[in-house]
C-alpha cells in the first residue's frame, strides 16, 4: 500500500502562485511515477502534471505549460506543483496520485491523495 498526503493549496488572486505538496510512505513509494490531477465540479477529473521516478521527462496537459512544474525529491519521497500565472479557470480540487508506470489517464493510477481545493480568485 503506498499512502499519499497532500498540502498546500487554498486561495489565491490571479497571477499569483502556489505549492503543492504530495508526501509518499509505504512500500516502494520511491519508485513510482508521481502525478497531479485537478477536477472542477461537473468536469471529469483531468492530468495536470506527471513524472517517472526518475524525474526526468515529465509531462504536462497543454492548459499548464510554462506556468506550472512538477518536481520530487526521492529522499524525502515527496512530489511538489509549483503553481504560477495562476488563472481562474485553474480553480478545481487537486489530488496527486502514484502508480508503478507514468500514465495521463486517471485509471493508469492506483492511489491518490485526498485532494484538496485551489480557489484562483479573479
Known amino acids: 500500500q503506498v499512502q499519499l498526503v497532500e498540502s498546500g493549496g487554498g486561495l489565491v488572486q490571479t497571477g499569483g502562485s502556489l505549492r503543492r505538496s504530495c508526501a509518499a510512505s509505504?512500500?516502494?513509494?520511491?519508485?513510482?511515477?508521481m502525478a497531479w490531477f485537478r477536477q472542477a465540479p461537473g468536469s471529469e477529473r483531468e492530468s495536470v502534471a506527471a513524472?517517472?521516478?526518475?524525474?526526468?521527462?515529465?509531462n504536462y496537459a497543454s492548459f499548464v505549460k510554462g506556468r506550472f512544474t512538477i518536481s520530487r525529491d526521492n529522499a524525502k519521497n515527496t512530489v511538489y506543483l509549483q503553481m504560477n500565472s495562476l488563472k481562474a479557470e485553474d480553480t478545481a480540487t487537486y489530488y496527486c496520485?502514484?502508480?508503478?508506470?507514468?500514465?495521463?489517464?486517471?485509471?493508469?493510477?492506483?492511489?491518490w491523495g485526498q485532494g484538496t481545493q485551489v480557489t484562483v480568485d479573479s
Open positions: 513524472l517517472p521516478w526518475s524525474g526526468v521527462y515529465a
Open positions: 496520485a502514484a502508480a508503478p508506470n507514468m500514465g495521463v489517464r486517471r485509471n493508469d493510477y492506483n492511489y
Open positions: 509505504g512500500r516502494i513509494a520511491s519508485t513510482y511515477s
